[in-house]
T-cell receptor
């Protein structure tokens, strides 16, 4: 099946620093990847959609200068949280969409737990 | 506005029982309805999905029932096991669109 990995699985950083999270599709090429944020006991909130080789599309209310997304290849997308603050602490999950499927499946990574101190 | 409404918020079922989670949607253009299972500290995993041209889909102990006229769909877990204890999310997506609209999630606990 389609496997998506994320690295790191958890990270602790100090307030004001930047953190990069990687999302990789291991056994398929993903033309589109998605970044979600999830607070405890809540649903997933879509942050942005990234297409390989183009700029990401951010959801309303998501600061694009704070959450930098780069989809450099068909198997890798990165999310950089810049100048992190404690309120950025959350569970970040990426997903990748299999190409050629209209309204098709998204496969999710295992998530990255970010704690900003 | 919540595009997909999910209930109940939490559910406790005895081992061997049937777990039923319900979802309702508004947008009749939605054409793909997946269910995801999420364990604590993990990403969601695709469990089963259905398209509106069928009324039911079964995979092992998991069944989706789909009522197009009522704009409702549900997940049935037969012979529920403690290992099924997780949070379940229904979702829906539009034809040709990328993003999924998630329900609010149901925390299922199966007690031995």
């Amino acid at each position: 099946g389609a496997v998506v990995s994320q690295h790191p699985s958890w990270v602790i950083c100090k307030s004001g620093t930047s953190v990069k999270i990687e999302c990789r599709s291991l056994d398929f090429q993903a033309t589109t990847m998605f970044w979600y944020r999830q607070f405890p006991k809540q649903s997933l909130m879509l942050m942005a959609t990234s297409n390989e080789g183009s700029k990401a599309t951010y959801e309303q209310g998501v600061e694009k200068d704070k959450f930098l997304i780069n989809h450099a290849s068909l198997t890798l997308s990165t999310l950089t949280v810049t100048s992190a603050h404690p309120e950025d602490s959350s569970f970040y999950i990426c997903s990748a969409r299999t190409p050629g499927l209209v309204g098709g499946e998204q496969y999710f990574g295992p998530g990255t737990r970010l704690t900003v101190t | 506005q919540q595009q997909v409404k999910q209930s109940p918020q939490s559910l406790i079922v005895q081992k061997g029982g049937i777990s039923i989670i319900n979802c309702a949607y508004e947008n009749t253009a939605f054409d793909y309805f997946p269910w995801y299972q999420q364990f604590p500290g993990k990403g969601p995993a695709l469990l089963i999905a259905i398209r509106p041209d069928v009324s039911e889909k079964k995979e092992g102990r998991f069944t989706i029932s789909f009522n197009k006229s009522a704009k409702q769909f549900s997940l049935h877990i037969m012979d529920s096991q403690p290992g099924d204890s997780a949070t379940y999310f229904c979702a829906a997506t539009l034809h040709g669109a990328n993003n999924l609209f998630f329900g609010t999630g149901t925390r299922l606990t199966v007690i031995p």
